[in-house]
């Protein structure tokens, strides 16, 4: 992990990761591997999480690093060259608007077809899942990158917690994959379901890798 004062008020760190299967067996599970989030986020989420120590103390709080290239959604756009504030309040605006409109085409096409509005987004909800199993073939290692940012904010409160990251303190990063199964059949069909049991050596648990520095001082 490397970080550079890309500007006064923000600092950049680039985050190389990988995941390695470190069995002989092809193994698959539920995953978006270039997603990554804090750890005590949605425990259901298919994603890479993460967790921040300052020294031997976990900091629970969201918002201290952030991407500008938003992948919650499909097909979101990468805005990051876009440094004029109103111009990408109305990029993102248009967006939005493109993706509800998408969204209530997709519920008509539901009603259409005579499928309520719960089910087509079950099945929507079941197909995506179902496109997010990522395999690794026997040793097989994938390696990514992705760019945080943090805006050298300080101060969070997360309920009644307050958190103040030191400017001589020395900082760590932790990542997790939580891997579940029987958890999503309530979030798949039944035919999905059933792909999903037959699926040889999917596995569940929980690994993480070691603590990594990350420069968050003065």
């Not at 958190?163 to 760590?172: A, I, N, R, S, V």
């Amino acid at each position: 992990m490397t970080s550079t004062d890309s500007i006064p008020d923000e600092r950049k760190f680039v985050v190389n990761y990988s995941i390695e299967n470190t069995t002989n067996k092809e193994i698959s599970f539920f995953l978006n591997p270039e997603k990554l989030s804090p750890a005590h986020a949605n425990p259901m989420g298919t994603v890479i999480f993460y967790k921040l120590f300052q020294g031997n103390d976990e900091l629970i709080i969201n918002g201290v690093f952030y991407t500008k290239v938003f992948k919650t959604l499909e097909g979101f756009p990468d805005f990051s060259k876009i440094t004029d504030e109103k111009e990408l309040e109305e990029a993102t605006k248009k967006f939005f608007e493109a993706y509800r409109k998408k969204e209530k085409e997709k519920e008509k096409l539901d009603s259409i077809n005579g499928v309520s509005p719960e089910i087509g987004l079950k099945q929507r909800t079941s197909n995506e899942l179902i496109n997010s199993i990522y395999t690794l073939k026997p040793n097989e290692t994938k390696t990514y990158t992705t760019t945080w940012y943090w805006d050298k904010k300080r101060y969070f409160k997360r309920d009644s917690f307050e958190y103040y990251l030191d400017e001589k303190g020395t900082f760590y990063v932790q990542f997790f994959l939580f891997l579940m199964k029987e958890q999503y059949q309530t979030k798949l069909t039944n035919e999905d379901y059933e792909t999903l049991l037959k699926i040889p050596n999917f596995i569940k648990g929980i690994y993480q890798s070691e603590k990594i520095e990350i420069n968050l001082a003065e």
